[in-house]
């Protein structure tokens, strides 16, 4: 059984400081990597996708990802209670293989 | 119409009730998803269509049923549904069939 597992939180941070968000997975062929933000009563949105190990950056969202130790993350730098949602890891195993989701973590931001 | 629309965002129905959700996507896409969300429950893929052929049934009771017209068109019929099946449906589509997937606003199904 594939599992992608995150902290369902609440992930409590202030206003301006550094929400560090973690997932880990199981299957270790995954190669494909993607963060969703789906804030409450909407669907899912697509932030950021990451496919190789290291950091990628995109504006204030920085994905990192460790194909050794089975884990991605999500940083998002200057927080803003805008950005108060629940965060869901998605991961792909190689060829036609269905995104495998977590539960999600939930980010309070706080003003 | 921009990005995957899907109607109704909400329903209401009783379990001797049939319905369909509709969904298009304006993205040119060529694969298109059924998704369930509940509740403290990851996301769980339902069904999956391809240029219009379906290439992944999971598990789904067979009182769900779908249907893919084309490449822009998905519907999900519903017949005798339990009120377990409450829960936010969402469609969603991809370029090619498991790539990045852009998700509907869902339709909030409840069934009495």
């Known amino acids: 059984q594939k599992e992608v597992e995150q902290n369902s939180g609440p992930l409590s941070v202030p206003e301006g400081a550094i929400a560090s968000l973690n997932c880990t997975y199981s299957d270790r062929v995954s190669q494909s990597f993607f963060w969703y933000r789906q804030y409450s009563g909407k669907s899912p949105e697509l932030i950021m996708s990451?496919?190789?190990?290291g950091d990628k950056e995109d504006g204030r969202f920085t994905a990192q990802l460790n194909k050794a130790s089975q884990y991605v993350s999500l940083l998002i730098r200057d927080s803003q209670p805008s950005d108060s949602a629940t965060y869901l890891c998605?991961?792909?195993?190689?060829?036609?293989?269905?995104?495998?989701f977590g539960k999600g973590t939930r980010l309070s931001v706080i003003a | 119409e921009t990005g995957v629309t899907q109607t109704p965002r909400h329903l209401v129905m009783g379990m001797t009730n049939k319905k369909s959700l509709k969904c298009e996507q304006h993205l040119g896409h060529n694969a298109m998803y059924w998704y369930k969300q509940s509740a403290k429950k990851p996301l769980e893929l339902m069904f999956v269509y391809s240029l219009e052929e379906r290439v992944e049934n999971n598990s789904v009771p067979s009182r769900f049923s779908p249907e893919c017209p084309n490449s822009s068109h998905l519907f999900l019929h519903l017949h005798t549904l339990q009120p377990e099946d409450s829960a936010l449906y969402l469609c969603?589509?991809?370029?090619?069939?498991?790539?990045?997937?852009?998700f509907g606003p869902g339709t909030r199904l409840t069934v009495l």
């Open positions: 990451i496919y190789s190990n």
């Open positions: 969603a589509s991809s370029q090619r069939v498991y790539n990045e997937q852009f």
């Open positions: 998605a991961v792909k195993a190689g060829g036609n293989t269905p995104l495998v």
